[in-house]
């Protein structure tokens, strides 16, 4: 069955700093695969998506991320920080039917 | 406002209860589906329709809980008998088709007392 797996629950970073939100999956073919925000109060997201094609993946609010087959990773990328991304990410893997989402990663942005 | 939208946003209900949430997809939007969010969780596929067609249901959905999607347009989803465990954020999400990106509402909090 598939699965994802975020490592890291909480994770803190200066304003301005570089992120790295990691995302290991488990699925026996080449998933479709999806990061969302969710920011308080706020419904899900979607930062990018990752079905086919070009490895690195371009989203919104500057964020990118690279699908690595052979770690079978999906981590999120952001060169600069901005105190507005505090929010809950989480990366998610689909199939036909459904879609099983991680356990999220908070996020922490220190002034 | 175009989005998906469900309705309540928050309901505090008594154990033993009934309680009933609605959602309202994008317009157009063949697809619909519903999980479930405990907290510090991401969300749990409960199940999705297909027009109004209800192809799959997670084993998460018990016989206590009931979705309808009666004429393809706004789904509902019916728990009876709400326990504590029930206690969860309820959220929407549609797509145009199965390979396309689903939108979520902003979810219905649900308080089981």
């Known amino acids: 069955a598939q699965s994802v797996t975020q490592p890291d629950i909480h994770i803190t970073v200066s304003e301005g700093a570089s992120l790295e939100l990691r995302c290991n999956y488990s699925y026996g073919a080449t998933p479709y695969l999806f990061w969302y925000v969710q920011s308080p109060g706020q419904g899900l997201q979607l930062l990018l998506k990752y079905f086919s094609g070009d490895t690195l993946v371009q989203g919104i609010k500057g964020f990118e991320a690279e699908f690595k087959r052979s770690q079978s990773s999906f981590n999120l990328r952001k060169p600069s920080v901005h105190w507005s991304d505090a929010a809950e990410y989480f990366c998610?893997?689909?199939?036909?039917?459904?879609?099983?989402f991680g356990a999220g990663t908070r996020l922490t942005v220190k002034p | 406002d175009t989005g998906v939208s469900q309705d309540p946003r928050h309901k505090i209900t008594k154990r033993g209860q009934n309680v009933t949430f609605r959602c309202d997809p994008i317009s157009e939007h063949n697809r619909l589906y519903w999980y479930r969010q405990t907290l510090g969780q991401g969300p749990e596929f409960l199940t999705y329709f297909q027009n109004e067609a209800q192809l799959e249901k997670s084993r998460l959905l018990s016989d206590r809980f009931s979705a309808e999607r009666p004429k393809g347009s706004f789904s509902t989803l019916e728990i009876q008998r709400t326990e504590q465990g029930d206690s969860a954020m309820y959220l929407c999400a549609s797509s145009l088709t199965r390979e396309d990106t689903q939108y979520f509402g902003p979810g219905t909090r649900l308080t089981v007392l």
């Open positions: 998610a893997v689909a199939d036909l039917n459904d879609m099983r």
